[in-house]
């Protein structure tokens, strides 16, 4: 399985013990904001929304909490406006890294993104310089509990999915078009298949292995970008040993 699956499935079983709540919802009500703002804040016919509102269930945020979120993004609420910026660059190893931002200071975001590349061996480089590397695509985590491998993939494929992946020995993985991922989610959660997380990832069509010490500081460094406050998402194509990627 590729690397970008692995780190997927290992951040999302790290997601489910993770002490920082607050941090999580920080991420989400900004996101909530951003989709409202963009999109209006009818789930219905904004499926950014709708994506967003999935991760703070999933997340256990309040009702209240989320809704407050969503008035912001409509205006209903005052708030601080969020710019959404992409980042692109090299990791260790030359892995191409890309980051989707939530900020209200473009510049000092900037500026903290290029040091935390440069101090864990990697630099931010020009947009479009590894984007081409990657495709947008649905994504979703089915527990094994749920069911067979056959029968969850059968009922995947049944409902339009375009890929499925039993690799991981706790979760079923299974890609779809992104335009299609609410359909797909909700058509299997009527068959009875419960969905741990459904969101659009910048899926890396190739890869680079990455062995000892480099695999390390391509761990590190995406620890880092995740625990950031203003990254929303970091995505890269090294293919990384899962014991290196759970010692973490």
């Avoid at 780190?7 to 919802?25: C, N, V």
């Avoid at 929304?49 to 256990?60: D, E, F, P, S």
């Avoid at 094994?144 to 992946?165: I, P, W």
Wanted: aromatic share 8%.
């Amino acid at each position: 399985m590729s690397g970008h699956n692995k780190w997927s499935t290992i951040k999302h079983k790290k997601g489910k013990l993770d002490a920082k709540r607050g941090k999580l919802f920080t991420k989400i009500i900004r996101e909530l904001t951003t989709a409202a703002r963009e999109g209006g804040g009818d789930a219905s016919s904004n499926a950014r929304l709708r994506t967003a509102i999935t991760a703070a269930k999933a997340a256990n945020m309040p009702g209240d909490t989320l809704q407050k979120a969503i008035q912001r993004g409509t205006g209903e609420l005052p708030g601080v406006s969020y710019e959404e910026v992409y980042y692109e660059g090299y990791g260790p190893g030359g892995v191409a890294v890309m980051l989707q931002v939530l900020t209200d200071n473009r510049n000092r975001t900037t500026a903290e993104i290029r040091h935390l590349f440069s101090k864990h061996g990697g630099n931010l480089g020009e947009s479009g310089c590894v984007g081409f590397l990657f495709k947008k695509q649905g994504y979703l985590i089915v527990p094994k509990s749920a069911g067979t491998e056959e029968q969850v993939m059968e009922a995947a494929l049944e409902v339009g999915a375009e890929d499925f992946f039993a690799d991981d020995p706790e979760l079923y993985e299974i890609y779809t078009a992104p335009e299609q991922l609410h359909q797909i989610k909700t058509a299997l959660e009527a068959r009875g298949y419960p969905i741990e997380q459904a969101k659009v990832e910048m899926v890396a069509t190739t890869q680079v292995r990455l062995e000892d010490r480099r695999a390390e500081q391509m761990v590190r460094l995406m620890e880092v970008f995740e625990d950031h406050d203003d990254v929303q998402n970091v995505w890269a194509n090294f293919d990384i040993d899962t014991s290196v990627l759970e010692a973490e």
